[in-house]
T-cell receptor, first 117, second 112 residues
Framework: ETGVTQSPTHLIKTRGQQVTLRCSSQSGHNTVSWYQQALGQGPQFIFQYYREEENGRGNFPPRFSGLQFPNYSSELNVNALELDDSALYLCASSLTSGRGTGANVLTFGAGSRLTVL | SQQGEEDPQALSIQEGENATMNCSYK?????LQWYRQNSGRGLVHLILIRSNEREKHSGRLRVTLDTSKKSSSLLITASRAADTASYFC????????????FGGGTRLMVKP
């Protein structure tokens, strides 16, 4: 059983650029959630994808967008990067029941650390 | 704003001592989970307690939940240097599907 893998592990961008982060979910999981974690703070929920559709969104602007693919992997895209977007971006996968609700335990990847200059 | 808030924000103890961290939340929950994060890494799930449970144990971990006070505590007994990490509580709201919201965390340092 493979865990959650994220790429790239580190990257540096300049303000105004665009970035794509990738995540492969754990085998058997069908839901992917993305979190942003600024230094010294807790993870902030960005959005979740289930059955290739957005299943919930946190308080993030539209320039944060995502995709989920048929194999349950996912991408996080951020356009028009700002300095405050510098953070650790965490992907987590889980198994959601057919009703789309439940008490889900998340399996996290190691994260992608984005620095915006 | 974050649903859960941990207290204290930082805790430093000697190896062998017990560490207690508290979490308060604001609205009704389905369950509450605790996660651990080693510096700059991904989070690892420790334990889940449902809203109809009051106490749960896992190895050296003991979690309590008081829904009347909207609070939970995580106790780590006989701490080890390897327990040094940040600990986060996370809640699933009753009407928010399965989306977890995390608190700000407690940074635990266990000195050898």
């Amino acid at each position: 059983e493979t865990g959650v893998t994220q790429s790239p592990t580190h990257l540096i961008k300049t303000r105004g650029q665009q970035v794509t982060l990738r995540c492969s979910s754990q085998s058997g999981h069908n839901t992917v959630s993305w979190y942003q974690q600024a230094l010294g703070q807790g993870p902030q929920f960005i959005f979740q994808y289930y059955r290739e559709e957005e299943n919930g969104r946190g308080n993030f602007p539209p320039r944060f967008s995502g995709l989920q693919f048929p194999n349950y992997s996912s991408e996080l895209n951020v356009n028009a990067l700002e300095l405050d977007d510098s953070a650790l971006y965490l992907c987590a996968s889980s198994l959601t029941s057919g009703r789309g609700t439940g008490a889900n335990v998340l399996t996290f990847g190691a994260g992608s650390r984005l620095t915006v200059l | 704003s974050q649903q859960g808030e941990e207290d204290p924000q930082a805790l430093s103890i000697q190896e062998g001592e017990n560490a207690t961290m508290n979490c308060s939340y604001k609205t009704s929950i389905n369950n509450l989970q605790w996660y651990r994060q080693n510096s700059g890494r991904g989070l690892v799930h420790l334990i889940l307690i449902r809203s109809n449970e009051r106490e749960k144990h896992s190895g050296r971990l003991r979690v309590t939940l008081d829904t009347s006070k909207k609070s939970s505590s995580l106790l780590i007994t006989a701490s080890r240097a390897a327990d040094t990490a940040s600990y986060f509580c996370a809640t699933v709201f009753n009407n928010a599907g399965n989306m977890l919201t995390f608190g700000g965390g407690t940074r635990l340092m266990v000195k050898p």
